[in-house]
């Protein structure tokens, strides 16, 4: 079955760090450019970045800037999401998905490119 499936969620405090895993299988994770996105409730679905599966840049939204690091082996197909300084505001469903077009990033969207692969989702909850 050709997923990925996103972990490592749970509920921390303001200030806290958590590291979140998307593992792909069946594909190759090299050829995609892979994206980190959330959802809290009643907000539409943000794209927080991007990573490239040949270059290891990667691109981040302003709100996570700073704070949020991707990071991937494409040999163990996982990318991670190492988040810090935590906030309230962070609370969210985080996903991961393939860029289905491009390996490359151009900035944290994906605007005018196609997503797939979608994960369920891990659930992030950072209390105050």
């Known amino acids: 079955q050709v997923q990925l499936v996103e972990s490592g969620g749970g509920l921390v405090q303001s200030g806290g760090s958590l590291r979140l895993s998307c593992v792909a299988s069946?594909?190759?994770?090299?050829?995609?450019?892979i994206g980190w996105f959330r959802q809290a409730p009643g907000k539409e679905r943000e794209a927080i970045s991007c990573?490239?599966?040949?270059?290891?840049?990667?691109y981040y939204a302003n709100s996570v800037q700073g704070r949020f690091t991707v990071s991937r082996d494409n040999a163990k197909s996982t990318v991670w999401l190492q988040m810090t300084s935590l906030r309230p505001e962070d609370t969210a469903v985080y996903y991961c998905?393939?860029?289905?077009?491009?390996?490359?990033?151009?900035?944290?969207?994906?605007?005018?490119?196609?997503?797939?692969?979608w994960g369920q989702g891990t659930q992030v909850t950072v209390s105050s």
């Open positions: 998905a393939a860029d289905l077009e491009r390996r490359r990033c151009k900035d944290h969207t994906f605007v005018g490119t196609t997503l797939g692969y």
């Open positions: 990573s490239s599966a040949d270059d290891g840049s990667a």
């Open positions: 069946g594909f190759f994770l090299d050829y995609y450019a």
